[in-house]
């Protein structure tokens, strides 16, 4: 039965391919939507593409397979499948062409915005933390599983800023002082 079923859907589990991609959908780089070029079960050609998770990303099954609409884009514009990709606005549904850039784990977890932290520890600052210690504030950054302390501040201000430099020589672009 398993065999009448692949007989009859040849793409089934065969990766995809951005030829296949172009033969099913069309994407806009500059709106980041994509529409399918022909129609399927219950959609007809020219609809949009995908549906959106809770978090915000947007879905597209293909061919049986889910893949995020951010790496669909990617593949249709490069012929790569890749599953690190790195939305520069944090909008996780924005898949225009000029907001997404390829990351590797490290970099893409350090475009993100500011954890939220217990209430003793809190700081309107990203990379900043209330000391223990004599009412000071701390800085840290972690990198590829490595915490740099960076030491103990008064302000809050001065702790932010030796964030922001460290963050900014680990992660270059990536980094977001935010």
Aim: net charge positive; charged share 25%; hydrophobic share 35%.
């Amino acid at each position: 039965m398993a065999d009448d079923f692949q007989a009859q859907n040849p793409s089934f589990r065969k990766p995809l391919t951005q030829s296949r991609l172009k033969e099913l959908l069309l994407y806009d780089p500059g709106t980041g939507l994509c529409s399918w070029r022909v129609g399927r079960r219950g959609v007809s050609a020219g609809a949009l593409a995908g549906s959106k998770t809770k978090r915000g990303r947007i879905r597209i099954k293909i061919d049986y397979v889910e893949y995020f609409a951010h790496q669909v884009a990617w593949l249709y514009m490069t012929g790569e499948l890749i599953s690190q990709i790195d939305h520069h606005d944090l909008d996780q549904s924005n898949n225009r062409w000029p907001n997404l850039r390829r990351a590797a784990s490290s970099t893409n977890g350090a475009n993100k915005r500011k954890q939220q932290m217990p209430w003793e520890m809190a700081s309107k600052l990203k990379g900043v933390y209330r000391s223990r210690h004599k009412g000071k504030w701390d800085s840290r950054v972690s990198c590829r599983g490595k915490r740099y302390f960076l030491g103990s501040f008064t302000s809050e201000e001065a702790a932010h800023a030796a964030y922001v430099a460290k963050a900014t020589e680990l992660f270059g672009e990536f980094a977001r002082a935010a």
